[in-house]
């Protein structure tokens, strides 16, 4: 499988559940990102990995909990989430975070739903 | 703090025209401006990437002019077909001379290309 996968690509959730989203890039990338995209508005970045670390956390509320165990997988769980959290929610992959390597690639997201 | 600025939520055009899409920015001149092509239920392509010291960047039938004067970028589809058809995102990089990877996107503008 190549460039950036991503599970579930749908999820419809209620408020007191727990669940987790997985993102894999099959790049050999050490960066990777998580992005929010509600309709009508711009794509908002999360969080930001690089060689598994947190580098960003861009005030994402606590109920967002971001993991990276390794440079090919980031996952985000998800608990007591609010109907506004609905969204697409997008994993994207960048060689790493050096100037000449900043194009991202992106999974096909999951569109989560909040009921 | 930086903004960006797609002015045209949406732009239809004839097949073979030209089709022209404007970014502009407030504040300070980031280090780099991108464009992605993002097609519905899917996530954003990369398409170009131009750093503040070029001016205009190629690439087929797409062209990026970046105008630091104006703050403004400049995206142009030449000889346009209806497959050209997609939502068109402008991104920029947040922190200047900072951490790199950080982008901030623009709304896009929605292109519509009829035969």
């Known amino acids: 499988e190549t460039g950036v996968t991503q599970t579930p690509r749908h999820l419809v959730m209620g408020m007191t559940n727990k669940k987790s989203l997985k993102c894999e890039q099959h790049?050999?990338?050490?960066?990777m990102y998580w992005y929010k995209q509600s309709a009508k508005k711009p794509l908002e970045l999360m969080f930001v990995y690089n060689f598994k670390e947190q580098t960003e956390n861009n005030s994402v509320p606590s109920r967002f909990s971001p993991e990276c165990p390794n440079s090919s997988h980031l996952f985000l769980h998800l608990h007591t989430l609010q109907p506004e959290d609905s969204a697409l929610y997008l994993c994207?992959?960048?060689?790493?975070?050096?100037?000449?390597?900043?194009?991202?690639?992106f999974g096909p997201g999951t569109r989560l739903t909040v009921t | 703090s930086q903004k960006i600025e797609q002015n045209s939520e949406a732009l239809n055009i004839q097949e073979g025209k030209t089709a022209t899409l404007t970014c502009n920015y407030t504040n300070y001149s980031p280090a780099y401006l991108q464009w992605y092509r993002q097609d519905p239920g899917r996530g954003p392509v990369f398409l170009l990437l131009i750093r503040e010291n070029e001016k205009e960047k190629r690439k087929e039938r797409l062209k990026v002019t970046f105008d630091t004067t104006l703050k403004q970028s400049l995206f142009h589809i030449t000889a346009s077909q209806p497959a050209d058809s997609a939502t068109y995102l402008c991104?920029?990089?947040?922190?200047?001379?900072?951490?790199?990877?950080?982008?901030?996107f623009g709304k896009g503008t929605k292109l519509s290309v009829k035969p």
């Open positions: 991104a920029l990089d947040v922190n200047y001379g900072g951490s790199q990877g950080n982008l901030i």
């Open positions: 790049l050999g990338h050490n960066a």
């Open positions: 994207a992959s960048s060689q790493d975070l050096r100037t000449s390597f900043l194009e991202q690639y």
